[in-house]
């Protein structure tokens, strides 16, 4: 028996079946449901940890099952796939804790566990799929996975968010479908391919290829973020803070994202791309949707809100890498899909933290902040200056590599872009540090909970210390082996200069 | 294993400051902020050159210390010490620790531009040095700090900007991004001219050189002396030393850029001096020494780009000029502070500042009445600015109050030396 043909079913297996079981758990079931949570992630970072290494070392993993005549369902762990599932498990047990101290006493939490494990499975099925079919399959079922997630609070606010965020995603999806079914009809195989599988077709179908292109971006655009097609966003962050995390770090908006990349580079390949001339475009797109982002960010108040816009902002600079169409410019495209993560992360949990410890939500209220919860605006302080790009935190690394590739794909216009982007973010999250560590605290806070002499819970305090933590290393040990750039340089070499 | 014991002790010199600025770690320890610089004078003591190469840090970085680099290290020390020794905070201050965990912040951050040896490790370091030296500035400030505060960090994220610009550039050039290698292969590329601007412009938004010595005058002005004795010695004299490692001096004529940087020069002396001469209160003399000061040093460098050969030849004159300005000017504003300390109201210290002030605003006013026709446009300003200075000749000399020049008075120099400037580049 091949284990090797099995472990990709396997990684999304871990989390799916203690899934299942958690929906039919009583709500008293805490220790239980708390167990198979985390065995949960733990193995599946196991089976994750397993694959790196045998990929590293030239393996192959790779599960396909019958689906439909001459379609299969492939699940197949290479580079650029490994990237995302590691980020999605690394994150997801990270969030699994957060979530346990989060909800703790709150209702429905079988429900929320039930579908936040429902939810990673389909994400990791997305990074895992091998062709578009099967990345189709899991793009819908996280659709309908983290619709209960939205909404889970139940007030009308959230339903109104999560109607939103329905509405905009089956739109994407039926592009995206429509895109894939008339791919299909002219190649005959949706298997994601390295280079890509479009280039032997002749001239005569480059205009449709062109409108595939737009149909698949505009459906990937949506969860993506992109301008206009990321009104459901900024709405949606009425979600508890763990869900909020898993939105806009671990899952939705990096699966859209991750679509783009996959389109770019192992359906349409990135020179046969930059020949049809659609990557210009898409880099127009992103550009606008990452200065769009920032000036919106600019004006909010709600701290959830302003990290929301910031996310529609730095989710473009992903798109934006792989548009350059370059090397090095993939580099910073690629391996800020990690590093907007694990920045990003870290940013909601202690948004999730302010607003559990002490009732904060407003920016305007996080006056002295700092000198209450030192630890958690300390993970905050990492999180934005990385977010600004500052040195040696990990959005240093991002942008370094975008420049560069900018740069050397002779596009100067993308440094005029990243600088305003910078200058924009230092002028939205620096307010917030100088009040958090400056300004005077008010006599009382909002809704202050009380834990001793801890500043909030371990449950709560950990996640972002470690995340924040986890965004500073990739930045300072960027040249390690094994590290996010260490990887992205792999996945650029082989979709560059491998024949 | 001599050479593993010098690298050690400078590992130690830059991860020291680091790990005391973990509060739990320095709980303990009396004196942090002096500890924290002692094995970086242990190591301005010990003789001979020493590097250390960290190939996991950022794209791999490396540090070292060498003859030029002793003397800043000499200077960095010299500064802190006296800044630990002003600072007056004790552990009973509410506010003692995080004022000293930005302190021993911004001394890594310093000791880490001083050490490094590419262009990666200097910005990554001076970021650090730039953002926590504004929380050491404004820490438990009043509004009028803020503002000081707000304008050094307005100067400070375009300054970073700007930098992080060149060094893009730089690295698109050259994989070894090492100060040599780089002044080397920044010369004659399709990227130089624009690469030269933006560290000029950098470097001169970093340290406060005119035209963009706003934050500085402000900062003199508001922050307490026991952390503006710091404002020459960290970000003036990092900033100096920044434009002498990123520019490409001795390489290669550059005219325009050089004439412009001596251009800069000039006006910073002028303006340096003329504000010295119109606002002389005590507090404010280092802020004028120093544009004063860097405007000389700004011609020299202006020189040395114009003459390669002449720049070869006194080069090593640049680093002992750096540290003897980031000393003078400590040592200059801890004795103000300290005098300011113990004489409330040293008249007899402005006297001779009083009559030069008259004398050179008669001298204004003459100017004035007879080119009363072709500056019609700046004699209101002018004459406005001057009535006000008039009026009240006793404020100028008050100690403690702030510093009373009005904005207009400043934009009006500011427009006379850029006049000078417009009509020096049409007499070439």
Known sequence: MNWNAWIPLLVVASSLLPGLVIFSLAEERVRLRSTLNLAGALVKLALVGWMLWGVYHGRHYETRLALLPDLELVLRAGPLSLLFVTLSSVLWLVTTVYAIGYLEGSPHRSRFFGFFSLCVSATVGVALSGNLISFLLFYELLTLSTYPLIVHRGTEVARRAGHSYLVYTIFGGALLLLGTVWLYTLTGTLEFTPQGFLNSLGEEHHPALIVIFALMIAGLGVKAALVPLHGWLPQAMVAPAPVSALLHAVAVVKAGVFGIVRVVYEVFGVSFAAELGVTGPLAWLAATTIIYGSLRALFQDDLKRRLAFCTVSQLSYIVLGVAIAGPIATIGGVVHLVHQGLMKIALFFCAGNLAETLGIHKVSEMNGVGRRMPWTMAAFTIGAFGMMGAPPIAGFISKWYLGLGALEAGQEWVILVLAGSSLLNAAYFLPILHRAWFQEPPETWPEERKFGRKETAWALLLPPVITALMALGAGMLASAPFSPLGWAQLIAQREFYQP | ?428
């Open chain 2, 1 to 428: 294993m001599n050479e593993d014991i010098h690298s050690i002790s400078l590992l130690i010199v830059m991860v020291w400051p680091l790990l005391l600025a973990i509060p739990a770690v320095r709980s303990r320890l009396p004196w942090p902020g002096h500890l924290a610089i002692m094995p970086a004078a242990v190591r301005v003591i010990l003789p001979g050159d020493s590097s250390f190469e960290l190939s996991w840090l950022f794209f791999g970085t490396e540090f070292a210390i060498d003859g030029e680099v002793r003397w800043i290290l000499a200077m960095t020390v010299a500064v802190w010490l006296l800044a630990a020794t002003a600072a007056k905070s004790s552990k009973s201050d509410p506010t003692y620790d995080r004022t000293t965990t930005f302190f021993l912040l911004t001394l890594a951050g310093n000791v880490g531009v001083v050490l490094a040896t590419d262009l990666v490790g200097f910005f990554s370091f001076s970021t650090l040095m730039g953002y926590s030296f504004y929380g050491l500035m404004i820490h438990g400030g009043n509004a009028e700090v803020q503002r000081a505060g707000r304008l050094y960090l307005i100067f400070l994220i375009v300054a970073d900007l700007v930098l992080f610009e060149a060094l893009l550039l730089a690295a698109s050039t050259t994989e070894d991004l090492r100060y040599k290698v780089v002044r080397q292969a920044m010369v004659g590329t399709s990227s130089t001219q624009f690469y030269l601007w933006m560290a000029l412009v950098g470097f001169v938004f970093k340290a406060g050189i005119w035209p963009a010595q706003l934050w500085l005058s402000s900062a003199f002005k508001s922050v307490p002396f026991s952390r503006a004795l710091l404002l020459g010695g960290v970000p003036v004299s990092m900033g100096l030393l920044g434009m002498v490692r990123w520019l490409p001096f001795g390489e290669h004529a550059f005219y325009v850029f050089g004439m412009v940087i001596q251009m800069i020069g000039v006006a910073s002396i002028l303006y340096g001096a003329l504000r010295f001469f119109t606002n002389a209160t005590m507090k404010m003399l280092p802020a004028w020494s120093i544009i004063t000061v860097t405007g000389f040093f700004m011609a020299t460098l202006g020189t040395g780009l114009v003459y390669p050969a002449l720049w070869s030849q006194y080069e090593y004159l640049t680093h002992p000029f750096i540290a003897s300005l980031g000393i003078f000017l400590a040592a200059l504003t801890f004795t103000i502070g300290r005098l300011q300390d113990t004489r409330p109201h040293p008249a007899f210290a402005s006297r001779k500042v009083e009559d030069l002030s008259l004398w050179v605003g008669k001298w204004i006013g003459a100017i004035r009445r007879s080119s009363k026709d072709r500056l019609f446009g700046l004699q209101s300003l002018w004459r406005g600015s001057w009535l006000k200075v008039k009026e009240q000749p006793q404020r100028i000399l008050d100690w403690g109050k702030p510093a009373v020049l009005v904005g207009g008075w400043s934009a009006a120099i500011t427009m006379f030396v850029l006049l000078g400037l417009m009509l020096a580049w049409l007499a070439r």
